[in-house]
């Protein structure tokens, strides 16, 4: 058997897993095969396994990525597909050694996630729901709204909004039960205005969208069919041509620290596994911190025109 059947092989073994046992979805999935065939093909250039792969080998793959101008970030997503693969193996006891273990993650791997400021996003919700508040909207604007509106308000995925069922809204008690990665489900509450947009998309909207078909799927196209993430992403650039459904969901995150909120809330109504992930948001509102501070502490610069 030749090193690139070998390699696949184990590949499928390792969606498998990653199927059954973690109960990843199909798209997750493919992303996780992508990143892993990207560092077998590099070590099938030099006769080697992906089970007998060395440190040095996969840091000498991340170093040809960076000469070919991929992005950090990039490289740093597939670093941590490599090391949960690894782990398997680790685990499984089919390697002795992990050799994504003491590799260095991409300094930009905390890079900032972009997001908009409150008046861009508050003008983006406000034509928004101007438009849907027309006597005479049509059904795709009720809905368009309401997606906008759980973006933000929410902070869900793109992959959440798409894969929503109507049966996940319970209204009656402003929340929304949300599956995310991993098929992990948590309850996402919900404010007044993304209520009364769902309510009315619910009532005057998906009824006209659906027509005589049963579709479980909350948020449809013209056709009565589920959307597409590629459809939502062209939606949200329409409203605001650098705006993003991942730039809502961050939007919404970082407005949360801004005002206060704790990281482990906002942890929870994203639906991060790790905290870590979410203290990049502490980053985002530092500016805000340090206009607190010195606006408030006593050894700071004060304000000025205050009392000396």
């Not at 960076?66 to 693969?85: N, Q, T, Y």
């Not at 809204?169 to 205005?193: F, T």
């Amino acid at each position: 058997m030749s090193d690139a059947a070998r390699n696949s092989a184990l590949l499928r073994e390792y969606m498998t897993y990653l199927s059954v046992e973690k109960g990843l979805r199909p798209l997750s999935r493919e992303s996780y095969l992508r990143d892993l065939e990207q560092l077998a093909e590099f070590l099938e250039t030099t006769h080697t396994l992906l089970l007998s792969a060395t440190q040095t080998q996969v840091s000498a793959f991340m170093e040809d990525m960076r000469s070919r101008h991929v992005e950090s970030r990039s490289i740093a997503r597939k670093l941590s597909c490599w090391r949960g693969f690894y782990r398997w193996l680790l685990k499984d006891k089919r390697i002795q050694h992990d050799p994504t273990v003491n590799l260095e993650t991409p300094a930009s791997w905390k890079v900032l996630p972009k997001s908009l400021a409150e008046a861009e996003v508050g003008d983006v919700l406000t034509r928004a729901a101007q438009m849907a508040a027309h006597p005479q909207a049509e059904p795709q604007m009720l809905r368009d709204y309401a997606i906008l509106e759980l973006l933000y308000a929410g902070g869900l995925r793109v992959s959440e909004i798409t894969t929503l069922r109507e049966a996940d809204l319970h209204l009656d008690q402003a929340r929304v039960q949300v599956r995310g990665k991993g098929d992990k489900e948590r309850i996402v509450p919900l404010g007044v205005p993304s209520i009364k947009a769902l309510e009315r998309y619910l009532k005057e909207g998906r009824p006209a969208l659906c027509g005589k078909q049963f579709e479980r799927t909350l948020f449809l196209s013209v056709r009565g069919k589920p959307l597409t993430r590629d459809w939502v992403w062209t939606m949200v650039k329409k409203w605001d041509k650098r705006a993003s459904p991942h730039m809502l969901r961050h939007s919404c995150a970082t407005h949360m620290v801004e005002h206060g909120a704790d990281l482990r809330s906002v942890q929870t109504l994203l639906g991060h596994a790790d905290i870590a992930t979410t203290q990049v948001y502490t980053h985002v509102a530092l500016g805000r911190l340090k206009q607190v501070h010195r606006l408030h502490h006593p050894r700071a610069k004060r304000r000025e025109g205050a009392a000396s």
